[in-house]
């Protein structure tokens, strides 16, 4: 089970990279979701405060979003095969998400019109970015990228 004691990657890589995919491929469809969605499927989830918030969203911060999600899921795939390219493209997905949050928390008040939601949302997705940041770090460390 333990292959970096017989030279291969370890499983937890594996599952940490596979997990990642998941999460980040799941930020990439909420993305898509929401910028193309109709003034109808809109209509039926948000009040009319929230759609005028989201309509009024410059381009520039939705496409920060697109950056940090598009970036987010080419470098687990990276991750996926090993390669150290991955590393810099987890930077550039957490520097396009910075972006996307200040304008969300700093420029424009999210919560103000959505609650609480959008924090905790945006909270847990600035932690996973950062600890994988950390986790390509340690992995190249150990020399399993390349």
Not at 6 to 34: D, E, K, Q, R, S
Not at 52 to 69: C, E, G, H
Not at 108 to 127: H, S
Request: charged share 10%; glycine share 6%; aromatic share 10%.
């Amino acid at each position: 089970m333990n292959d970096e004691l017989n030279g291969g990657t370890p499983m937890t890589h594996w599952l940490v990279a596979g997990a990642a995919l998941i999460w980040n491929l799941f930020g990439f469809m909420v993305y898509l979701m929401t910028v193309r969605a109709t003034p109808e499927q809109l209509a039926q989830q948000y009040s009319a405060a929230e759609i005028a918030f989201m309509d009024a969203v410059p381009v520039w911060a939705t496409s920060a979003n697109a950056i940090a999600v598009t970036a987010g899921v080419i470098a687990c795939v990276l991750l996926l095969l090993r390669k150290s390219l991955a590393l810099p493209l987890f930077v550039a997905s957490l520097a396009a998400l910075l972006v996307q949050d200040l304008y969300s928390f700093v420029l424009e008040d999210v919560v103000g019109v959505f609650g609480m939601v959008p924090a905790y949302i945006q909270g847990t997705v600035l932690v996973i970015a950062i600890a994988l940041i950390f986790y390509t770090l340690g992995v190249k460390s150990r020399g399993l990228l390349n």
